[in-house]
């Protein structure tokens, strides 16, 4: 449960329990609790940590289609075996010489030990990551519950006398000053400002983000980069395998089904000669010319929202289509609303971000609209696309109001399938990146982790379409990045294309 000061609206017993479900669905291992002072010797260590291939039965040769599996001993800092799980691990089978990569799903056996699952559809090398120590989680998680302000907002307020600045959030601890409820009327989505002396509520003009509260923690040697905090684990032996090809008269199609890994968790696909492919059948078609994508796009309108992540795929249209010319609406950058049209094919495209929170720049407080409100805006059908992104600027507010935000927007998507049942609605999800010592707190993947699970159980069962782009960024050989480099921007692209102009059968 979060914070006593950070209250959430009430839910319909429906809701409750579907909140509730999806909690149990995402629900992480328990993890230690933490000494004051913290010493790192029981704590989880990767480099006396190790990862080992299984090897294949005796005289048994790896073929394109086994499974390779590969288990993972943690050990700490005196070298002793951990006993427990939820440690934070990645894993990455990859091949530089074929631009091939692939993410292994990863199990916890809550002992200390872990495995990692891949498909084998090319040679390549193991890779395993501790991104974080389960002790650190336990950190973590105390973060979100006692500091879910640990960034705040600011938003001015003016009259024809002065200005005024003051905090705001979604959840503002209790002072003797009066509060601003900002909370919008049609999703029930919380905000709330610290009203200003002598001036209204409705004086409020603009938002910005208003910094980082510091020293929250005495905790820091759990987040010490090349130490414990996204270093490599060593391999206790051979870290890659030769494969032969496929033998004779074996049938192989590579399905989700023959991926399907424990827990119900199916890669989505992997890349081969820096391209990225599907693996639940479909194809993921090359969109390699500006007149390939203006072809799958004529006559579309595409409406995209979320934050900078997405904002990135708007302006790679723009710069990859001569003919699709952005308006000057002199928006920000940053928030939009941006807009771009190519008369002659009769594309338009736009974006916008999604509301607070949002950790920005100076911006009008009348030009932050929630996802749900627009997507209720939208008159959709065959030649309307809806892509929307949303998780990076909440990985340190509980999780419950991450939920909430999704179930807002899931209801909104229905509302627009019932009346437009051809609209194209796709969701980028969250991916891995480099955060800091001091930013995990805020920016962990842990916390990424956590809402990216939450996003496929709240839409699981729903006609969208996932661009997954966790899976996209930890494949890749490049490293993480909130926002991913351009190699792996054209394949989230051509997924999108593939998706709006799905190749034809027969």
Request: charged share 20%; net charge positive; aromatic share 10%.
């Amino acid at each position: 449960m979060y914070s006593n000061f950070c209250k959430l609206k009430p839910l319909s017993p429906e809701e409750a329990l579907e909140e509730h479900l999806v909690l149990e669905s995402i629900a992480w291992p328990k993890t230690p609790p933490l000494p004051s002072p913290l010493s790192l010797n029981n704590t989880s260590d990767p480099a006396h940590s190790t990862f080992t291939i299984l090897p294949r039965k005796r005289g048994e040769q790896w073929y394109i289609g086994d499974k390779l599996e590969v288990m993972i001993k943690m050990y700490d800092f005196q070298g002793y075996p951990k006993k427990s799980g939820g440690d934070v691990l990645l894993a990455r089978l990859h091949n530089l010489t074929l631009g091939a990569g692939a993410a292994g799903h990863i199990t916890d056996y809550l002992n200390g030990t872990y495995s990692a699952v891949f498909s084998l559809l090319w040679e390549g090398s193991a890779q395993v990551i501790l991104v974080h120590p389960s002790e650190a989680v336990t950190e973590l998680r105390r973060m979100n519950k006692e500091e879910p302000d640990r960034i705040f907002f600011k938003s001015q307020f003016r009259s024809s006398l002065f200005t005024r600045t003051t905090t705001c959030n979604v959840c503002l601890r209790p002072t003797e000053q009066p509060v601003c409820n900002y909370t919008d009327l049609h999703t029930g989505e919380p905000w709330f400002c610290y009203k200003p002396t002598n001036l209204s509520c409705n004086a409020r003009i603009s938002n910005y983000n208003g910094g980082y509260k510091k020293n929250l923690t005495t905790m820091e040697k759990l987040f010490q980069r090349g130490v414990n905090m996204k270093v490599s684990i060593p391999a206790s032996g051979p870290a890659s395998v030769t494969i032969l090809p496929k033998q004779k008269g074996v049938s192989y199609k590579i399905t989700k089904k023959l991926l399907g890994i424990g827990g119900g968790s199916k890669p989505s696909g992997y890349y081969y000669q820096g391209v990225w492919r599907a693996l639940d059948g479909s194809t993921v078609q090359q969109f390699n010319t500006s007149s390939a994508i203006t072809q799958c796009l004529k006559g579309k309108v595409v409406h995209m929202y979320g934050d900078s992540t997405m904002r990135q795929w708007f302006e790679y249209l723009n710069a990859s289509l001569p003919d699709l010319k952005e308006f000057n609406l002199h928006s920000p950058k940053s928030i939009g609303p941006l807009m771009a049209l190519d008369y002659a094919n009769n594309i338009f495209v736009t974006h916008r971000a999604h509301g607070p929170p949002l950790r920005t720049v100076n911006v009008p407080s009348m030009e932050l609209h929630y996802i749900a409100n627009e997507l209720d805006n939208v008159v959709g059908g065959s030649n309307t696309v809806v892509v929307f992104g949303i998780w990076a600027h909440f990985d340190n507010f509980p999780i419950e109001f991450y939920i909430r935000r999704l179930m807002s927007i899931r209801r909104a998507v229905v509302r627009l399938l019932s009346r437009a049942p051809g609209t194209v609605v796709v969701i980028r999800t969250g991916n891995p990146k480099s955060f800091t010592p001091s930013g995990a707190f805020v920016n962990s993947d842990w916390y990424t982790f956590q809402r990216l699970k939450a996003l496929r159980a709240v839409f699981k069962g729903f006609n969208v379409h996932l661009v997954d782009a966790w899976e996209m960024v930890l494949a890749h050989h490049l490293p993480h990045n909130m926002h991913p480099q351009p190699p792996i921007i054209k394949n989230m692209i051509n997924v999108l294309l593939s998706y709006i102009c799905p190749q034809k059968v027969g």
